[in-house]
């Protein structure tokens, strides 16, 4: 599967910014869609992440209540809305396709699929 990240950009803090991620040509059906973030000298992170078929949703909770994760299943296209948008939310945004239970969606491991990643600038 090979997915197309986009909606990165540069923002002020406070401001808001939708992320997109798609897979041209495939479904994300039976699948969860998520996504990871790396910030500049630290480890990459889970962000948050959505059973596409059954809508559940999982976040990090140093994004919980800024950000959410939707689907638009005409267009085959899993969004990251961030609201509220802070300096330390600056990162590399990527993201994830894969199986498994939702409390695996926190490790890397799980994800199968990972898209090329799309920069977030929160200036402050």
């Known amino acids: 599967v090979q997915l197309q990240a986009s909606g990165g950009g540069l923002v002020q803090a406070g401001g808001s910014l939708r992320l997109s991620c798609a897979a041209p040509?495939?479904?994300?059906?039976?699948?969860?869609v998520g996504w990871f973030r790396q910030a500049p000298g630290k480890e990459r992170e889970f962000v948050g992440a959505?059973?596409?078929?059954?809508?559940?949703?999982s976040y990090a909770d140093s994004v919980k209540g800024r950000f959410s994760i939707s689907k638009d299943s005409a267009k085959n296209t899993v969004y990251l809305q961030m609201n509220s948008l802070k300096s330390e939310d600056t990162a590399v945004y990527y993201c994830?396709?894969?199986?498994?239970?939702?409390?695996?969606?926190?490790?890397?491991?799980?994800?199968?699929?990972w898209g090329q990643g799309t920069l977030v600038t929160v200036s402050s």
């Open positions: 959505l059973k596409y078929s059954g809508g559940s949703t």
């Open positions: 994830v396709v894969g199986r498994g239970i939702t409390s695996s969606w926190y490790s890397e491991n799980m994800w199968t699929y």
């Open positions: 040509g495939r479904s994300f059906g039976g699948y969860a």
